[in-house]
């Protein structure tokens, strides 16, 4: 059975810090791209870091610079370093892990930047 689990998320004052994490299992860890999405109050589910099977990481413009997504393989669990925070950061982030066909999900975790 395939889990994805993030934690981390909560209040945090605009310039402030969170990590987030996304622990997984079910899955072969090192075969899957690995990403960030997020969804703002209202508006629609938006990626915000991608990390490809082979390391190589992307990034939304409206987080380069302040975020950075990074994984621990030997506990099959991805990461986002979230920086600067300011309130339009304020979401549900989902993390997801996918190898094509199979896309998976988590629940996700809710970050809310405000003074």
């Not at 860890?29 to 508006?43: I, K, S, T």
């Not at 870091?49 to 939304?60: D, E, F, K, P, V």
């Not at 986002?80 to 989902?94: F, G, I, R, W």
Request: glycine fraction near 12%.
């Amino acid at each position: 059975q395939v889990q994805l689990v993030e934690s981390g998320g909560g209040l945090v004052q605009p310039g402030g810090s969170l990590r987030l994490s996304c622990a997984t299992s079910g899955i072969i860890f090192g075969l899957y791209n690995l990403a960030w999405y997020r969804q703002p109050p209202g508006e629609q589910r938006e990626l915000v870091a991608i990390m490809t099977s082979g390391g190589t990481t992307n990034y939304a413009d409206s987080v380069k610079g302040r975020f950075t997504i990074y994984r621990d393989s030997a506990k099959n669990t991805v990461y986002l370093q979230m920086n600067s925070l300011k309130p339009e950061d304020t979401a549900v982030y989902y993390c997801k892990a996918q190898w094509t066909p199979y896309v998976y999900w988590g629940e996700g975790t809710l970050v809310t930047v405000s003074s």
